[in-house]
């Protein structure tokens, strides 16, 4: 069915979320919808699928007006929803999951007919190649196929609009490639697809058409056949961006960190880093490149002494650490930016200002003798929040409210507020937009030209590519190469990284 | 809709609550008030009237109760006579002596629950400072001069409060076992441990009692009353709780542990990341939490009471989780609330004796109170107020609860 949305407003205190902004995609056609974090996408698929109601527009859906009052209409109407947070509950089989609020029934009393709904969800699974056991359990199925759940849902309801936000945030690169190939079967088999994402190379890779959302408005579209990254990116943001931060070659000093026979367990008890030798230079960075699970959370947790490992020795400046807890290390100037840093790297219900002190509140200038300094504690912060470049009303607002750009610079701006000889940056740039990876990305080179030794550890090879002096890939727990960063290319980190996407024990 | 200010939002959702619970109060009083009922058929404005009349009437008891009567205090302070002044001001005195213990446990539940610890334990860690200030205050009899029992008593009613506190933290950092489940059994524990004490120990038992009470401990020491009059029985107790709240929100706001308290509470894994220690900090925040409950505990038997009972801590420690999540886990505001619910107990005692409605209503009142507060939607949507949200992520314990520095 052909979707069109024309000039939809939607106002909320204080913000014009969408500004008259008007998309359409025709039947089977892929619309890739590009945009930062706070730039409308959410709030206008919110609209599409019945959850908010628009303050001016219209909605057409094969040239009739629609109006969705809630999203049970909006579903009725054939959209479907696949949300970037997952909604299934864990402990009902495939089944259950997809026909749950669909169900059919065989008889007066509304028994379940499991047999029909089970028969139905195997066609279409089959159809569209979305490979999907019916009567696995959601929880023991990986984070790639419960999407393709999701997905199921959507199609269980006979939805001929599919509306995927962010559908990759939570994927490896190998479930990447196989959700653009259901995309692609679907799109081919009359299904519209609005596609959201702030990633530039799916729009590119996946879509029939780009628009491109800035500021609740439409700032342009694109033609994936001869559009650039770059231009997308400008676009995107407003403004001339560096999707490669340039940086001089690599001054590598003395070794600040050196690891070796390294073996750490998970916490099923089961060795996730199993024998790793690493030395890391000050003034380089190394790229720890992998796909998800392949024991780059323990080997970053080992080093920053909030796992002890089984066995093997990690000396930060000379200093044997492996004993250590977070507290000692971090004393060393360690700056850890954690790999989840909604749960890990702030305290969302404290303050930017509470925040900045996190892990520097014991020592002075912030407290002395156990008691804080209020005024230098808001004077530091005040000035991170300027140094930082942190967009924020003030130092007292609540962290958990920034947009997932800022809170990174919260922890960065934290982090760096100390001198560090080590950085150990996990997923630096996680889910941020062009703008706010551009930002981190400076900022870590900016340490190693001052003579930091850097670890960034990384799923995305793009990441990867751009900062790293040198690439260690991480295989099963080991790692099973060390490329300079001007040898590697995708393919060959592909390559390297290849084994683990199609061995076993890979449920990322 | 309207928007709120910052500071007004903080207060809106628990005033409203209390509003919104004496509005309903009164629907029940006027419901129940059959004689005034009978006249509808016959005399509906006349029953209008009645029924204004009588919820004006019972909240002006209880206003009365709970505050005594302007015009009679100063009628009092200007004859002067000693009798009559004590007999005015002491319904006013009486709302503070039941708000003094209220105080001190608000306190404790507000550190524990900070710190993210749902210490359900007031009970039982009041009632072992009580046993230890009782005990010690017997053995040192004639031993040290009165005031340093005094200081004695409540010093280790303090420490036997901290120790019975200590344990569910311990267990819970060492051993994982949930705080909710050991404080509710300790409370047994503490609760049957008084009764057997009473029951089994000669030294401690009142002479010739059938029940289980403790020997008067008037006689051998007591808090310095604040005025010194007849039947006032109001003591430095209320002050200290004062001074508790300023030390509590100075201890959580101000202080280096207290940072680390409101981190841990917040969150464990990003205190874990920062270096601090959840564990000691559950130690720490239950040790505190049991040490002003069990000081709580020394001025009750020490200063209002004067004598150990098994109903001395009267559900106190179930009534100031309550009012600690109407303040918001705030020091300033558990004064405030403390001094609300002081004022529904005595107003409401008053209000039995001159209007003839029980004192349950009271009860319903304050549970409505508590009902509100812990659903803020609904506040919201009866008044029609629209408040953002603190934090998008709301802290474990109470959407209100979020710091600031």
Redesign the interface.
């Known amino acids: 069915m052909r979707l069109e949305l024309r000039d939809i407003t939607k106002r909320f205190?204080g913000v014009l979320a969408n500004d008259r902004i008007s998309i359409s995609a025709d039947r089977g056609k892929v619309l890739g919808m590009l945009g930062e974090n706070g730039a409308g996408k959410t709030t206008l698929m919110n609209i599409l699928s019945g959850l908010y109601k628009p303050d001016s527009g219209q909605i057409f859906i094969d040239e009739t007006e629609r109006t969705f009052g809630d999203p049970v209409a909006a579903i009725e109407a054939g959209v479907g929803m696949v949300h970037q947070h997952f909604m299934l509950v864990p402990v009902f089989d495939v089944v259950e999951a997809v026909a749950l609020g669909a169900e059919t029934t065989k008889d007066a009393l509304g028994t379940f007919d499991r047999a029909a709904a089970r028969k139905r969800i195997v066609e279409l699974s089959e159809r569209y190649k979305l490979d999907v056991d019916p009567d696995a359990r959601i929880e023991s199925l990986p984070v790639g196929v419960r999407q393709r759940v999701e997905i199921l849902k959507a199609l269980y309801r006979r939805s001929d609009i599919l509306v995927l936000d962010e559908p990759s945030a939570v994927l490896t690169p190998y479930e990447t490639e196989e959700l653009y190939a259901i995309i692609r079967s679907l799109a081919a088999d009359g299904t519209t697809i609005i596609f959201i994402t702030h990633k530039l190379n799916e729009v590119l890779e996946v879509a029939d058409d780009i628009v491109v959302l800035r500021r609740g408005r439409v700032a342009g579209t694109a033609d994936p056949k001869t559009a650039t990254r770059q231009e997308l990116a400008n676009m995107m943001v407003g403004r001339d961006v560096e999707l490669i931060v340039p940086k001089g070659p690599a001054k590598p000093g003395e070794v600040v960190l050196s690891i070796e026979q390294l073996f750490v367990r998970d916490d099923r008890l089961e060795m996730a880093v199993n024998g790793v030798d690493l030395e890391v230079r000050a003034g380089e960075i190394v790229a720890v490149a992998g796909v998800q699970g392949n024991g780059q959370t323990e080997l970053v947790e080992a080093i920053?002494g909030?796992r002890t490992p089984d066995s093997g020795a990690i000396s930060i400046g000379g200093k044997r650490t492996e004993k250590w807890?977070?507290?000692q290390v971090?004393n060393l100037g360690v700056a850890?930016i954690?790999e989840d840093r909604g749960?890990?790297?702030?305290?969302?219900?404290?303050?930017i200002?509470?925040n900045y002190?996190?892990?520097t509140?014991?020592e002075a200038p912030y407290?002395r003798n156990?008691?804080?300094n209020?005024k230098v504690?808001?004077e530091r912060a005040a000035q991170g929040v300027k140094d930082f470049d942190i967009r924020t009303p003030s130092i007292?607002t609540?962290a958990?409210?920034l947009s997932g750009g800022n809170q990174q610079k919260v922890v960065v701006a934290r982090e760096f507020s100390v001198p560090v000889q080590l950085v150990i940056a996990a997923q630096p740039t996680r889910g941020l937009d062009v703008g706010s990876i551009e930002y981190i990305h400076r900022r870590l080179v900016e340490q190693r030209d001052a003579g930091a030794a850097i670890v960034i550890v990384s799923t995305e090879l793009d990441e990867v590519l751009a900062v790293g002096d040198r690439i260690a890939v991480m295989y099963a727990g080991r790692i099973v190469g060390i490329l300079a960063g001007d040898d590697a290319t995708y393919e060959n980190l592909g390559l390297l990284m290849g084994g683990a996407t199609y061995g076993e024990g890979t449920a990322a | 809709m309207k928007r709120v200010g910052p500071l007004l939002r903080r207060i809106l959702v628990p005033v409203l609550s209390v509003l919104t619970a004496l509005l309903l109060g009164g629907v029940v009083i006027i419901l129940t008030d059959f004689d005034n009922l009978q006249k509808i058929g016959t005399d509906p404005l006349g029953t209008l009237g009645g029924a204004v009349q009588g919820v004006l009437n019972a909240y002006g008891a209880m206003l009365a109760g709970a505050f005594g009567d302007p015009n009679r205090i100063i009628t009092a302070l200007q004859t002067g006579n000693a009798a009559d002044i004590a007999r005015a001001i002491r319904p006013l005195t009486e709302t503070l002596v039941s708000t003094t213990p209220l105080i001190f446990v608000g306190l404790a539940v507000s550190i524990s629950f900070r710190a993210g610890m749902f210490n359900i334990g007031g009970d039982g860690q009041l009632m072992i400072g009580a046993l230890a200030a009782t005990a010690s205050a017997i053995a040192l009899n004639g031993v040290i001069p009165a005031w340093l029992i005094l200081i004695a008593t409540i010093a280790i009613a303090t420490l036997a409060g901290a120790a019975w506190g200590f344990v569910p933290g311990f267990l819970k950092a060492r051993t994982g076992a949930h705080e909710v489940i050991t404080t509710i059994m300790l409370n047994y524990i503490a609760s049957l441990f008084v009764f057997f004490i009473l029951t089994t120990s000669p030294a401690l038992r009142a002479a010739g009692s059938t029940t289980p009470v403790s020997k008067q401990l008037s006689s051998i020491v007591d808090v310095p009353n604040l005025i010194n009059l007849p039947t006032i029985r109001l003591d430095f107790g209320f002050v200290v709780a004062l001074l508790m709240a300023v030390a509590v929100s100075w201890l959580l706001f101000r202080t280096t542990k207290g940072f680390e308290l409101r981190a841990a509470g917040f969150s464990s894994t990003a205190a874990r990341y920062a270096g601090m220690s959840a564990g000691g900090s559950m130690m720490l925040a239950m040790s505190l939490s049991g040490g002003l409950a069990g000081m709580a505990g020394g001025f009750l038997v020490i200063g209002t009471v004067g004598q150990l009972s098994l109903d001395l801590s009267g559900g106190i420690g179930f009534n100031a989780i309550a009012l600690a999540l109407l303040a918001g886990l705030r020091p300033s505001g558990v004064v405030v609330s403390a001094l609300l619910f002081g004022a529904l107990t005595q107003g409401g005692k008053r209000m039995g004796i001159d209007t003839g409605i029980p004192f349950d209503l009271l009860l319903f009142i304050m549970a409505l109170v508590i009902m509100f507060v812990a659903a803020p939607g609904l506040i919201r949507s009866i008044w029609r107020v629209r408040v953002a949200k603190p934090a998008p992520e709301i802290a474990q314990v109470s959407s209100e609860s979020a710091g600031t520095v």
């Open positions: 205190p920053t909030l807890g977070p507290r971090s850890h954690p749960r890990d790297g702030l305290i969302s219900p404290m303050t200002a509470e002190i996190l892990d509140y014991h407290s156990g008691v804080l209020l504690v808001r007292d609540y958990g409210a």
